[in-house]
């Protein structure tokens, strides 16, 4: 199973970006889905987390109302959009692939690379 994650960039602080991750390798809705941060010096961090048909979604609290996870199955591709971002949203995100929308990362058997973004103040 591969993902690759794009869509990382510069941006200003109160601007959007969406994220793309697209998986291949295996059927896509055998797959819960999730989103995973990791900022310079920091733990890898939960940040989203979608079911296999994406009706079931749940986020961190520091996301919650500013970033929203979608899927289109049909694409075997899962998307973050992220509005209103901060500073502090800087990070590696990372897609995974699991079989339960989880928050730990345990859950999840496949990753991607990773796309950079950062926000600017």
């Known amino acids: 199973v591969r993902l690759v994650e794009s869509g990382g960039r510069l941006v200003q602080a109160g601007a959007s970006l969406r994220l793309a991750c697209v998986v291949s390798?295996?059927?896509?809705?055998?797959?819960?889905m999730g989103w995973f941060r990791q900022a310079p010096g920091k733990e890898r961090e939960f940040v989203a987390a979608?079911?296999?048909?994406?009706?079931?979604?749940y986020y961190a609290d520091s996301v919650k109302g500013r970033f929203t996870g979608s899927r289109d199955n049909a694409k075997s591709t899962m998307y973050l959009q992220m509005n209103s971002l901060r500073p502090e949203d800087t990070a590696v995100y990372y897609c995974?692939?699991?079989?339960?929308?989880?928050?730990?990362?345990?859950?999840?058997?496949?990753w991607g690379q990773g796309t950079q973004v950062t926000v600017s103040s």
């Open positions: 979608i079911n296999w048909s994406g009706g079931s979604t």
């Open positions: 390798g295996r059927t896509f809705t055998d797959y819960a």
């Open positions: 995974a692939a699991g079989f339960a929308h989880s928050f730990n990362s345990s859950f999840y058997d496949y």
